[in-house]
């Protein structure tokens, strides 16, 4: 059932982008809605010769506008910490400093020139185009959850066959009322007993399919560690006779790190990515 080992690395696919995965405007917009108000105050100061006096007026009249001032340079603290001869503390919950240490903040931070130059002509504006850019941090989850998404899509297919999302041991015990697993220590490093599965399935001959999904489109640590973890994983389970470990993954990422996928795919009896999904593999287990 196995293909060769250089076909698995020749069919990896190096996106599994859906339309909605570059960007969550949704929460961009919901974020936006959070702080409108406060932005659009700020926005008077926009062309001011004197920003710095203006800003100061803001603060004193308006405390609230302090809390937009982290996304404004594009993170999301209640504080941050600056070197200036001393380490010091700005909060943005709470004026913690003399009014004249945020000007100076505004100033040294380059926000005082993007406002008063007229680089941007609307904040609400210049902070959508920040958001967007954090978002993009959040694509490696979306990916993760496009996977399991695209897996779960092909259990559905197979007829008169029960699977669970997320499933532990505890999970896999009642809705299943077996207890396989009752003595395998998942992680024995942590004494972890309970890892959550991406799918538990009860395939039609009785046997439970543990199911592990990833996508990676880029290389780093993470692969060799998940490879080692996987093919352990397995080798645990070989004397469990109801239970088959399968792990299906894809991405470009594992052409950087191959070596040790190769290993893993001599321990793994089940290893698997979307080609074999698309040639029916599940329905074949």
Excluded: C
Excluded at 94 to 118: A, F, M, P, Q
Excluded at 199 to 212: M, R
Excluded at 228 to 240: E, G, P, T
């Amino acid at each position: 059932m196995k293909r060769n080992f250089d076909d698995i690395v020749n069919s990896l696919k190096d996106s599994i982008a859906t339309y909605d995965y570059f960007v969550d405007f949704e929460k961009v917009y919901r974020h936006i809605d959070e702080v409108k108000v406060e932005l659009n105050i700020l926005n008077s100061l926009i062309g001011e010769d004197n920003i710095e006096e203006a800003f100061s007026k803001l603060l004193i009249e308006y405390p609230k506008v302090l809390g937009v001032i982290p996304i404004l340079l594009a993170i999301r603290k209640g504080e941050i910490s600056i070197i200036d001869g001393e380490i010091i503390i700005y909060s943005f919950k709470n004026i913690n400093r003399d009014i004249k240490d945020y000007v100076k903040l505004l100033k040294e931070s380059g926000l005082e020139e993007l406002i008063r130059t007229k680089k941007i002509k609307n904040l609400v504006d210049y902070v959508i185009g920040v958001e967007v850019g954090l978002d993009t941090n959040a694509r490696k989850n979306r990916t993760g959850t496009l996977m399991e998404a695209i897996v779960e899509s092909y259990i559905k297919k197979i007829p008169n066959v029960e699977y669970i999302k997320q499933a532990t041991k505890i999970h896999i015990k009642e809705r299943f009322n077996i207890n396989v697993l009752e003595n395998l220590v998942l992680d024995e490093k942590n004494g972890e007993t309970n890892k959550r599965f991406d799918f538990a399935v009860k395939s039609k001959s009785g046997k439970v399919l543990l199911i592990e999904t990833n996508f990676y489109s880029g290389g780093g640590s993470k692969l060799n560690e998940t490879a080692r973890s996987y093919a352990k994983l397995a080798n645990d389970m070989k004397n469990i006779n109801e239970v088959e470990f399968v792990w299906i993954t894809d991405g470009i990422g594992w052409k950087s790190t191959k070596n040790n996928l190769r290993e893993a795919y001599q321990v793994i009896n089940h290893l698997y990515t979307i080609e074999d999904l698309n040639s029916g593999v599940l329905e074949k287990i």
